[in-house]
């Protein structure tokens, strides 16, 4: 199987906190995204890397890759209620036909603490 | 706003009748995917048009089918659900599948279903 895991599958912190979700994948990769999801929504894109890129900011979310070590981990400082809900990581591979798809990890589920 | 649209969001069938889900879209993107989420799961990849082109995953089963009539619409049938097929339908949607730094999706709200 090419998904990601992803670990931890469940976290609970205070707001304010920062909150660090890692993904670990097997293959070679275009890009990895990640998405959240709220809780019976559909997934929200949030950033995306590319494989020869190793770190990246979006206002609040530090995204950063290791393609040696096939992981990458989400950031979240500063920490609110609102961002309670489940993150995935999603790798962007070319099979051997050249078709592309996204593999989507197993999820972390955060809960966020007022 | 240009958006991924899901109906019905909840659809209630019984075990063996056929049922349709459909997703429309107003991004003008090319590439439209469907992906089957059980509770406490990733999003598992079933199906995707890359324009009129359809590519379906190697395991999904063939109770499962799709059609894409047009660029807006996709349209994902099953034909005898079963108390297994019981999830969150999810349709999304991507600009172009070939360019190395694009295949961001956007994702319509999901469409539970229930197998009675």
């Known amino acids: 199987s090419q998904q990601g895991e992803e670990d931890p599958q469940a976290l609970s912190i205070q707001e304010g906190e920062n909150a660090t979700m890692n993904c670990s994948y097997k293959t070679s990769i275009n890009n990895l995204q990640w998405y959240r999801q709220n809780s019976g929504r559909g997934l929200v894109h949030l950033i995306l890397?590319?494989?020869?890129?190793r770190e990246k900011h979006s206002g609040r979310l530090r995204v950063t890759l290791d393609t040696s070590k096939k992981s990458s981990s989400l950031l979240i400082t500063a920490s609110r209620a609102a961002d309670t809900a489940s993150y995935f990581c999603a790798t962007d591979i070319v099979g051997d036909t050249g078709r592309r798809a996204l593999t989507f990890g197993s999820g972390t589920r955060l809960q966020v603490q007022p | 706003d240009a958006m991924v649209i899901q109906n019905p969001r909840y659809q209630v069938t019984q075990f063996g009748k056929p049922v349709t889900l459909s997703c429309s879209q107003t991004l003008n993107h090319n590439v439209m995917y469907w992906y089957q989420q059980k509770s406490s799961q990733a999003p598992k990849l079933l199906f995707h048009y890359y324009d009129k082109d359809f590519n379906n995953e190697a395991d999904t089963p063939d109770n499962f089918q799709s059609r894409r009539p047009n660029t807006s619409f996709c349209f994902l049938d099953i034909r005898s659900p079963g108390l297994g097929d019981a999830a969150m339908y999810l349709c999304?949607?991507?600009?172009?599948?070939?360019?190395?730094?694009?295949?961001?999706?956007?994702f319509g709200p999901g469409t539970r279903l229930t197998v009675l």
């Open positions: 999304a949607t991507s600009r172009d599948r070939q360019r190395p730094t694009y295949n961001e999706q956007f």
């Open positions: 890397i590319r494989s020869n890129e």
